[in-house]
Nanobody, 124 residues
């Protein structure tokens, strides 16, 4: 079983930056794609924010391109989401997720393993 533990959430002002970290444990991390999804207030679904597939292959949601950056450190079993220029529409619970590498999808329903989520409120 794979365990994912997020950290780094918290209140940030619009225009500010925040760094989320996710430690992955339990299995060989290189067997899994890793990503960050978010669930906005009032919504009952998660959407992909940033996903790292194989080296050099990423996905970013259009509304975060140029502002967010996902990176991974296989030696430390972590996946990082750096968020810059946060906007009033970015508040959400951000989830770290993982899926075996034969699943090339950014749809949350296809992802198997999830962290507990970390809140990121943005003040205007």
């Amino acid at each position: 079983q794979l365990q994912l533990t997020e950290s780094g959430g918290g209140l940030v002002q619009a225009g500010g930056s925040l760094r989320l970290s996710c430690v992955v444990s339990g299995r060989t991390i290189s067997d899994y794609y890793r990503g960050w999804f978010r669930q906005a207030p009032g919504e009952d679904y998660k959407t992909a924010t940033a996903v790292t597939f194989n080296a050099g292959n990423w996905y970013y949601a259009p509304y975060v391109k140029g502002r967010f950056r996902i990176s991974r450190d296989n030696a430390q079993n972590t996946v990082i989401l750096e968020m810059h220029n946060l906007k009033p529409e970015d508040p959400a619970v951000y989830y770290c997720a993982a899926v075996l590498t034969y699943v090339s999808s950014v749809h949350a329903s296809q992802w198997r393993f999830w962290g507990q989520g970390t809140h990121v409120p943005v003040s205007s």
